[in-house]
């Protein structure tokens, strides 16, 4: 794409944010690309299948006419979701880049760290209160209060939410202190850079030259001999010199398989503390702030209302989103019956695309116990019986495979995972069990058994 292209979109969309509400604008156009324009034809590229379904059916026109002024033809539009591009990669503040281009790794005023992600904007009830107050404390004294912090929880409890709003603090209190935010991913492709170019120097004083070094997802350096061993010596060098170092995770380091008693011991000789999945209030909350986000006129009742349908806050996004884009399109006021739709659609399809820790929540949920003890050791009968419940549900509705389902729920051999699909198989002839793996996803808009 070249830059002639995109000025020309920028152009375009310049104008038809005019034209549309802002939430419209932020759904369905932010985050489109002009691909090519050639032969009087134009490629614009959409996040998703969905994005281009509503921009082809709805707005077709809007954009039409638009392209046409600029361009001065009557120009050909061609809509396509950009997983079809692979070697996009998209940047917030110019569109797409593609291989070859230079990337820009700021965004907003941190590398790699989302400015909006702070503690003003964060929701608090008592499933995250210990977390987000140990986070506050950490950003108000850096290496003196709890070093490491440690944070653990399933997927889209605010994990990464909270590490960045600490980076954000200490930036917004002092601009000079050194902070480096990365993935475990992002950190291994480092070693392994720096292995391959013989030059761990570099990449040693990059990671150790800091105040504070925040590593997201850290259980992903298990098996990882070499990354291991660097992070390990990366980690004594910060806490000896007083840097802060800050690690999420979606289970507490001693059920981390594979982490070597070396690093666990050091991730555990700070603060541990865990995130649970948010309760009903929480997620009501976050629904208002995210409405907020997009101006959005969203009330409590019907924030109460989408609220139940998940305990995901990605998730609920997700449907909030639609439900935004349905109300907008046909340029009403939200409607009981907007809600009920969108709801219904997405209940049709809720399975097909539940996260593994979804599941594992909703068990945890109704036994009421932690996701980490589910896939601990434990053999307490309760546990065991949640246990099995959530192999039979992950085998039967998301078709993972016996050790997919293993690594998940701790490690565990795929013969024992057989043995606990098969125990569940066995009792749902009953009803009263059957009723109560039902009941278990009931969220969900459906029966598990069939």
Same mark, same amino acid.
């Given at each position: #794409? ?9 152009? *375009? ?8 509400? %802002? ?26 299948? #969905?994005?281009?379904? /509503? ?74 209160? /210990? ?12 290496? +003196? ?56 120097? @570099?990449?040693?004083? &990059?990671? %150790? ?5 925040? *590593? $997201?997802?850290?259980?992903?350096? !298990? ?10 010596? +990366?980690?004594?060098? /910060? ?11 979606? %289970?507490?380091?001693? =059920?981390?398989?594979?982490? =070597? ?24 909350? *976050?629904?208002? *702030? ?8 969203? +009330?409590?009742?019907? !924030?109460? &209302? ?6 995901? !806050? ?5 449907? /909030?989103? @639609? ?55 434990? %053999? ?10 959530? #192999?039979?549900?992950? @085998? ?21 995972? #057989? ?15 059957? $009723? ?6 009931? +969220? ?7």
């Amino acid at each position: #794409m070249t830059k002639e292209n995109q000025e020309l979109w920028k152009a *375009i969309l310049g104008e038809i944010e005019t034209e549309v509400s %802002r939430a419209i604008f932020l759904t369905l156009f932010k985050h489109t690309f002009l691909i090519s324009f050639e032969n009087g034809v134009m490629t614009i590229a959409a996040s998703s299948v #969905m994005i281009v379904d /509503l921009l082809q059916k709805r707005y077709y026109q809007i954009i039409k006419k638009t392209v046409d002024k600029h361009t001065g033809l009557s120009v050909k539009i061609i809509f396509v979701p950009k997983t079809i591009f692979p070697e996009i990669k998209t940047d917030d503040k110019d569109g797409p880049l593609f291989a070859g281009e230079e990337k820009s790794t700021i965004i907003g005023h941190l590398p790699r760290v989302r400015k909006e992600y702070t503690f003003q904007t964060m929701a608090v009830s008592s499933s995250n209160q /210990l977390a987000y107050v140990s986070a506050q404390t950490v950003a108000k004294k850096i290496g +003196t209060a709890y070093n490491p912090l440690f944070i653990y929880g399933p997927v889209g409890v605010g994990k990464t939410h909270l590490i960045h709003a600490i980076a954000n603090k200490v930036f917004e209190e002092s601009q000079d202190k050194k902070i480096f935010y990365i993935t475990s991913e992002g950190f291994t492709n480092e070693v392994v850079e720096a292995i391959r170019t013989n030059d761990t120097a @570099r990449m040693k004083k &990059k990671f %150790r030259n800091v105040d504070i070094l925040a *590593i $997201d997802d850290v259980q992903f350096v !298990a098996g990882k001999e070499r990354v291991q061993e660097e992070l390990f010596h +990366t980690f004594n060098t /910060l806490i000896d010199k007083g840097a802060q170092v800050v690690l999420s995770s979606d %289970r507490p380091p001693s =059920e981390i398989k594979k982490l =070597e008693k070396r690093l666990s011991s050091r991730f555990s000789g700070g603060l541990t503390v865990d995130i649970e999945p948010p309760d009903f209030e929480l997620r009501t909350a *976050i629904l208002l *702030i995210k409405a907020k986000k997009y101006d959005f006129p969203l +009330t409590i009742d019907a !924030a109460k &209302k989408i609220a139940e349908h998940s305990q995901d !806050a990605r998730k609920l996004e997700g449907i /909030l989103l @639609r439900i935004m884009t349905e109300a907008q399109s046909i340029e009403g006021e939200l409607s009981n019956n907007i809600i009920e739709k969108v709801l219904y659609n997405n209940n049709k399809t809720a399975l097909s695309y539940y996260h593994p820790d979804e599941i594992i929540n909703n068990v945890c949920s109704f036994y009421k116990i932690k996701p980490t003890q589910i896939k601990g050791v434990k %053999r307490d009968a309760l546990l065991v019986r949640a246990r099995q419940i959530a #192999m039979y549900i992950l @085998r039967s509705r998301l078709n993972l495979s016996y050790v997919e389902i293993g690594n998940i729920l701790g490690g565990r051999d795929h013969t024992t995972i #057989m043995h606990g699909v098969e125990k569940v198989e066995g009792l749902l002839s009953g009803e009263l069990f059957s $009723d109560e793996v039902n009941k278990i996803i009931s +969220t969900t808009g459906g029966n598990l058994v069939d």
